[in-house]
Structure formats: structure tokens, C-alpha cells
């Protein structure tokens, strides 16, 4: 089992910056990917950054050049540095690990919001 706390949401201008962070603890030996995905008011959830193990990042189109995923693997920690941010960005963001086998595991989402 691996447990995740997710932290850093709120309000922020456009043009503005917020930084995410994502704690996980339990069995954090196994995980593999972390990342962040987020999901706007009716849409589907949809990937926004993962990370590997191997530090090898992927990001979605739409936030490439604009936010930088890092992860600590001592700390156990999983961020996402977000700047430029825009009203398209407005969302609740969910940390997500995979662990060795294929398990995923989620937090319980913090709410970004982009407006003036």
C-alpha cells in the first residue's frame, strides 16, 4: 500500500506561478512512475506530467515549456512546478504512483484555480 498527500493548490493569476508537491508513504520501495493528472470541470481526467524512476519525463502538449515535474526519491516526494499558468489550467490535480506489478495509486486531489 502506498498512501499519497498532495499539497500547494489554490488561486492563481494567469501569468502566475504554483508549485504542487505529492508525499507518499507505505511501501515506496515499489514505486516506480510518479506523476500528476488533473481533471477540469467536465472533462475527463488527463495526464499532465509522469516521471520515472529513471528521471525520464513525459508531459502533455499543452503544458510543455510551461510546467517541470521533479521527483525526490529519498524524500519520497513528487513535484510539479507549474509557471505561466493559464485559465485552461483550472483543474484538480491528482498525484499518481505505480508501483512494481502495475498497482496505481491516487491522492485525493487539490484545486488549482486560474483566475484574475
Known amino acids: 500500500q502506498v498512501q499519497l498527500v498532495e499539497s500547494g493548490g489554490g488561486l492563481v493569476q494567469p501569468g502566475g506561478s504554483l508549485r504542487l508537491s505529492c508525499a507518499a508513504s507505505?511501501?515506496?520501495?515499489?514505486?516506480?512512475?510518479m506523476g500528476w493528472y488533473r481533471r477540469a470541470p467536465g472533462k475527463q481526467r488527463e495526464l499532465v506530467a509522469t516521471?520515472?524512476?529513471?528521471?525520464?519525463?513525459n508531459y502533455a502538449d499543452t503544458v510543455k515549456g510551461r510546467f517541470t515535474i521533479s521527483r525526490d526519491n529519498v524524500k519520497n516526494l513528487v513535484i510539479l512546478q507549474m509557471k505561466n499558468v493559464k485559465p485552461e489550467d483550472t483543474a484538480v490535480y491528482y498525484c499518481?504512483?505505480?508501483?512494481?506489478?502495475?498497482?496505481?495509486?491516487w491522492g485525493q486531489g487539490t484545486q488549482v484555480t486560474v483566475s484574475s
Open positions: 516521471i520515472a524512476s529513471s528521471g525520464n519525463t
Open positions: 507505505g511501501r515506496t520501495s515499489d514505486i516506480l512512475n
Open positions: 499518481n504512483v505505480i508501483q512494481w506489478g502495475g498497482l496505481a495509486y
